[in-house]
């Protein structure tokens, strides 16, 4: 019988919290193995498309650690929640340890009740990647890509737009939509052609691709707009991760042909949050309404929909 929320991988747990963590997960209805060892992630690639998502104890090697890692990644775990416990190293590793493919790193010494909290939502994605691979319809090939960016087009946007808001609204956790476009782009494709300006839309869509987590939707929604569902992120965090990609759209240098190309963009952001009204289309709506408002106060800013409730001018 297929368990009721999956399989939870915990790998080297030499920290105490992750047994409680295991422990934890079992009663609330996963099943737990434990392996010795990172190395478990790459045995047996098949066994992969029954996890949910895989715990892993942080032990100080980080450079091992992240090859690992990069190797479980590319290796058909693309879309598996990866959690990662740990002390100091962990903590100073940060960086690295997100860029192999880790979602969430969290202190050893946090209550396992807090960790489990806080990574819900992550879970509940593992739950939702889970069934649909075990459907035989793998979430990063659900039909639904646009050819020119690589990233998932409108229709699959708006189908997990519906599935994050169901998922959101049943685990009692938030549920925001950024939606963003490039400022000028007309410009860009007057001064250095129409090609030029395509190219700019598919470098810029990779930017926010490379931003986002893991479990994060960011689709193409037509032209260059772009749209970024966030589970399990409220408002405050929602604007910080708005202003994140802001800035890096800012610094970056867009490939021309003749010369590098600098593009500025703005952002609107919107949230749904436990309790209040739940309405996933008027999210996106809302966060439309603020990145029109960003748009009409100046261009090259983020902005938060209701007002009053938005982000400093950049």
């Known amino acids: 019988m297929t368990p009721v929320h999956g399989t939870v991988l915990v790998a080297r747990p030499l920290w105490p919290v992750l047994g409680r963590v295991g422990n934890l997960l079992t009663r609330r209805g996963y099943t737990v193995e434990t392996a010795g060892s990172w190395s478990a992630l790459l045995a047996e690639p098949g066994r992969r498309e029954g996890l949910a998502a895989v715990l892993l104890g942080e032990y100080g090697s980080v450079g091992e650690e992240e090859g690992i890692l990069r190797r479980f990644r590319e290796g058909g775990g693309s879309g598996i929640p990866v959690l990662l416990i740990g002390g100091q190293s962990a903590a100073r590793g940060t960086r690295r340890f997100r860029e192999a493919g880790v979602d969430m790193i969290f202190a050893a010494d946090l209550p396992e009740e807090e960790i489990l909290d806080r990574a819900q939502p992550l879970l509940a994605y593992g739950e939702m990647y889970r069934e649909a691979v075990l459907a035989g319809r793998e979430l990063s090939d ?166 009053g409730e938005e982000a400093a001018d950049a």
């Open 142 to 307: 659900l039909a639904m890509r646009d050819e020119p960016t690589g990233l998932p087009d409108r229709r699959r946007f708006l189908l997990d737009l519906e599935r994050s808001a169901e998922t959101a609204r049943r685990i009692g956790r938030p549920l925001s939509c950024i939606v963003t476009d490039i400022d000028d782009l007309r410009r860009v494709n007057e001064e250095h052609g129409p090609a030029v300006g395509d190219s700019v839309v598919r470098q810029f869509g990779g930017i926010l691709g490379r931003i986002k987590r893991s479990y994060d939707t960011v689709a193409r929604l037509g032209g260059d707009e772009f749209g970024w569902l966030l589970l399990g992120v409220g408002r405050d965090e929602a604007l910080r991760a708005a202003e994140r990609a802001h800035r890096r759209i800012a610094e970056s240098v867009f490939d021309g042909t003749r010369e590098p190309i600098h593009v500025t963009a703005t952002f609107g952001v919107a949230s749904l949050s436990p309790g209040g009204e739940w309405n996933a289309q008027a999210l996106v709506e809302n966060a439309d309404r603020a990145l029109y408002w960003g748009k009409e106060s100046g261009k090259n800013r983020v902005r938060f929909y209701p007002p």
